[in-house]
């Protein structure tokens, strides 16, 4: 890609308001941490996606190996049990859904051999998850009971507009009140999609010109989100609203995910985790990995 200097001025009206930030670990260049979760006793997990790995971090900030799968490592979500759901490629590039226990075992829960690049997911009822397929343009739905997956929605405002870009098109997922809403981070929009008896209704674009890779709600229904190459994170208020809460300053070179704290003691902490500039360096060369730690405040409630 060109330099960050020719990126277009997606973010230059939005206005600042940075939140206190503290990086908690940093990882070698070209560490590419691509998704994070936070279970209920705030550890965090988080994939390294070129090494096919999942990384632990605990209440002590050390980083430790939970679990490594033979592929690429993408999208994490809890499957019901509490176990880790996790999307990529295996070691000869089929799209598969792993089952990972508490203890780091891996198994195969699915393989979607016609689906195309496996990223974000998300929870949409009992034991069914919502994934997107940033290359086919589509969310497979995943029924982690049956181990079993299928196209849910195929659509036009989830697919890339030119198919040589590798940027992903849908990319990050994430219900609030009963929408469904998505990014389509080559395209620079997010995507509303009403859901109706958990079955889709008509996508509509919810905010134009805002390149998010994936993003979280809290309870007030403010997205939070990962800008990627363009070094920040932005909130979006409902009614898309736009601010830009850190910068490449507080550590954002590179964001990817974002995932709030669950407990009292951090409930109003996003964490944010970033690959250091892989996908576009900066004038200074790619930067570690890091895993940052926003404060947003009482109003950044998260959704539990």
Do not use: C
């Not at 016609?114 to 497979?140: K, V």
């Not at 989830?158 to 080559?186: H, M």
């Not at 500039?277 to 730690?293: C, F, N």
């Amino acid at each position: 890609m060109s330099p960050s200097q020719s990126l277009p001025p997606l973010f230059s009206d939005a206005p600042i308001a940075l939140v206190p930030a503290h990086i908690i670990a940093e990882f070698p260049v070209n560490t590419f941490l691509e998704s994070i979760v936070v279970d209920a006793n705030n550890t965090l997990f988080i994939t390294n996606h070129y090494d096919g790995e999942i990384i632990r971090i605990g209440a002590d900030d050390v980083p430790i190996t939970h679990a490594t799968v033979p592929g690429k490592a993408t999208g994490l979500a809890f499957a019901p049990d509490g176990t880790l759901l996790l999307t990529g490629w295996d070691a000869i590039d089929t799209p598969v859904v792993w089952q990972v226990s508490l203890q780091g075992t891996v198994d195969v829960l699915v393989t979607l051999p016609d689906a195309l690049f496996l990223n974000g997911l998300t929870h949409l009822t009992d034991s069914l998850y919502l994934i997107a397929d940033s290359y086919r343009g589509a969310i497979w739905e995943l029924d982690v009971a049956q181990g079993s997956g299928r196209i849910w929605l195929e659509h036009p405002l989830l697919a890339r507009a030119t198919p040589e870009n590798p940027t992903p098109a849908v990319n990050g997922l994430k219900i609030f009140d009963r929408v469904l809403y998505a990014s389509n981070t080559q395209n620079a929009q997010l995507v509303r999609i009403p859901l109706q008896a958990h079955q889709p209704g008509e996508p509509e674009v919810f905010v134009q010109n805002a390149n998010i890779d994936d993003f979280a709600f809290d309870q007030a229904g403010n997205l939070y989100g990962t800008t990627h190459v363009f070094n920040s994170v932005v909130k979006v208020a409902p009614d898309g609203h736009l601010t830009t809460i850190a910068q490449a300053e507080q550590g954002m070179t590179g964001t990817t995910a974002v995932a709030f704290g669950r407990s009292p003691s951090n409930q109003t902490y996003l964490y944010v985790t970033t690959n250091g500039g892989m996908s576009l360096p900066p004038s200074t060369g790619i930067e570690p990995a890091k895993v940052v730690r926003l404060d947003v405040g009482v109003e950044g409630l998260p959704l539990l």
